[in-house]
């Protein structure tokens, strides 16, 4: 009998014990790591990380610091996902992480254009049937509107794309086809007729527009349209940004209850609605001076409780990193939680992550030649055979690292040559428009040169490399727009094309 009760209860001990790990587990599967050097990369991660219960941790360009690597180190991920390119985030970095025993995938572009859709792309695996389009650009140097849009977006588990004000970008255009999105939430100073149109043309519905005459009448509207989330019970955090190495203070958040504040304009709408909720304590974090004026107004118009933490502007990825233990459990809990709907969702969606991840791979096929680094062909070869073996998430993330290899290898070829950089720059926020014009005057460049008097073989000789050239230029652009469809941009290629094959003989024989 004495054997028996020792049996059980050394059973209860060891269950305790098993109960008591789960609940302080505090892994997650991935963490994201961004660049303080450039405010969108890790506001557009915020959208990804609130879906997936991932930390956002942030990094200088050539070290990370300590409290970046002892926050890593504590949630243990199996995947370290850097957003930002080799300007941003040094590869130096990616190496030590990766020695540290990560697997580690870089997510970027030449522009935060291109970035936020390797972002979308990456973490929407199964697509997205909404996504929030945030007009953003160099007048926004505060990040105000992409800080207040992104609650927006973790709210709502959508993706985040940015736009320049007159064209969405044709690469844009592609990723929201291919994520098959039929609504999109715009924020900015108003969706443009060209807009507009191009979001029409791919039967994308704008479900609702958030616009003012200024970037902080256009934070005030998302704030109005986001405090219905708030909890009047749980503290408020409020974050003093008066310039965007502030607003990184925010991407953490494991409550809902977080409040913006750029200016002291500002600081009479927090007051309202501080009285309006009721909400009984306010922690003001942030820049010092401001966190002090606002601390000062809310105590002397409200009841409200007030603590406040200033924060020296080079030691916000310290705060950043800074997590409790119950935030790690509640970020590990989410995390596991998304991870497993996720799983679910891609079985659901078999047919098209496998079309998906096919894209992926056709796009690093065309990319990694010969001439290509021996990393990039190897994780090219590996997500091939994985693609084979239908492990398709394992193959999309393989095909992620051959690409972004490639990418850099490239950019270390060009990062010295300003004018191939612009040209990168440019080609990526380019609209459909803009590309198809490149190609009407490739065929005048052509024109011009056919007019010099040549032997035959010298014009059949200009013919084959204009023709090869626009070749490539049509496919590029039918990479960058696919699939987008037949209907209009087809036509509009073949009109801006005139063609040099019938052309060419006619030359030739003048």
Known sequence: MKKLIVAIVFAALIGSLAVSA??????????????????PDALV????????????????KNEVPEDTLGSIEDFSPEEVVMVGGPEVISEEVEQKLSSEGYNVTRLWGA??????????DYFWPTGSEKALII????TDRNGKVLAAGKEVARDEGLPIFLTPKESIPASTLNKLQELEVDEVTYIGSGLSENASE????????????????????????????????????????VVAAPNFNYTFASVNSVSPNNYLVGSEEEIDQLVEIIQEEGIGTIRVVGEPDLSGVI?????????????????????????AANFSSEERQVLSRRNNEAMRRMQQAMGQRQEYVRNRVNRSLDKARDMIDENASEEAKEALEEAERLFNESDYEKAREEAQEALSEHQE??????????????????????GIDEKINEIREMNREFAEEMRNNMTVEERLSVIDRFRDKRRKHVKDIISKTAPIGEGTIKERLDDAEET???????WTRD
């Open 500 to 506: 040099i094959e019938e052309r060419g003989p006619r």
């Open 111 to 120: 522009t935060r254009y291109g970035t936020a859709n390797e972002v979308a």
């Open 198 to 237: 191009q979001l029409e043309e791919l039967q994308i519905d704008v479900e609702e527009e958030v616009t003012g005459e200024n970037d902080t009448e256009i934070a005030e509207r998302i704030r109005n349209k986001t405090r219905k989330r708030i909890n009047s019970t749980k503290p408020l955090k």
């Open 409 to 430: 290898n490239e950019w270390r070829e060009i990062e010295t040559n300003r004018t191939r950089v612009r040209r990168r720059v440019r080609g990526e926020a380019a």
């Open 295 to 319: 601390a000062s107004e809310v105590r002397e118009q409200t009841d409200a409780e007030v603590v406040t933490r200033g924060i020296q502007a080079g030691r916000v990825p310290e705060f």
């Open 135 to 138: 007009e953003n650009t160099f």
């Open 45 to 60: 991660s915020s959208a990804p990380a609130g879906k997936l219960g991932m930390p956002i941790l942030l990094t200088n």
């Open 22 to 39: 789960a609940e302080t587990n505090e892994s997650v599967d991935k963490v994201v790591l961004a660049s303080t050097a450039n405010y």
